[in-house]
T-cell receptor, first 113, second 115 residues
């Protein structure tokens, strides 16, 4: 068990470009979550998968954001046409059950210039 | 209304003393879970403790305990015998509903342990 892995750790992109992040959860965990965190704030929910099914997506998320979890294993989060307001830390987490705490990855820090 | 409120942006505690970090929550769902996480300056969030809404006893995990007062909708984290390594940001979070996925986080409390 190597924990939750996220790649890349840092991403700098120009406004208008597309970016994709990857998350590898703990293998036994069927639940996978994406959150976004800005400085001085708590994590903000983006989306949630149980196995390969995307069960919940934040209404705050615009159509520029999409996430997948093919075969219920790793997940990708894509942001299209990035904006400066997308600059944040993107956190992935996984868990086994709803009454278990999350195991978080180290995050991907996105900077849009 | 805020679902999770952490009213203490920053707290200081002397090494080896106990400290209480406050958290109040707002929900109309009878089934919910409350969580505390620690985020050191290195950034990776660490799960500390869980309390279910139907749990009769307060949760404890080592030096961490959760003071759960259901009627007051509060779920304060108590850290006993503070250590320098406890200096970090602490987040309270709530998951509403049975088998729920999403958690709502508060804005956190920064704890500084003084030697």
């Amino acid at each position: 068990d190597t924990g939750v892995s996220q790649d890349p750790r840092h991403k700098i992109t120009k406004r208008g470009q597309n970016v994709t992040f990857r998350c590898d959860p703990i293998s036994e965990h069927n639940r996978l979550y994406w959150y976004r965190q800005t400085l001085g704030q708590g994590p903000e929910f983006l989306t949630y998968f149980q196995n390969e099914a995307q069960l919940e997506k934040s209404r705050l998320l615009s159509d520029r954001f999409s996430a997948e979890r093919p075969k219920g294993s790793f997940s990708t989060l894509e942001i299209q046409r990035t904006e400066q307001g997308d600059s944040a830390m993107y956190l992935c987490a996984s868990s086994l059950r709803s009454d278990y705490g999350y195991t978080f990855g180290s995050g991907t820090r996105l900077t849009v210039v | 209304a805020q679902k999770i409120t952490q009213t203490q942006p920053g707290m200081f505690v002397q090494e080896k003393e106990a400290v209480t970090l406050d958290c109040t929550y707002d929900t109309s769902d009878p089934s919910y879970g409350l969580f505390w996480y620690k985020q050191p300056s290195s950034g990776e969030m660490i799960f500390l403790i869980y309390q279910g809404s139907y749990d009769q006893q307060n949760a404890t995990e080592g030096r961490y305990s959760l003071n759960f007062q259901k009627a007051r909708k509060s779920a304060n984290l108590v850290i006993s015998a503070s250590q320098l390594g406890d200096s970090a940001m602490y987040f309270c979070a709530m998951r509403e509903g049975l088998n729920a996925g999403k958690s709502t986080f508060g804005d956190g409390t920064t704890l500084t342990v003084k030697p």
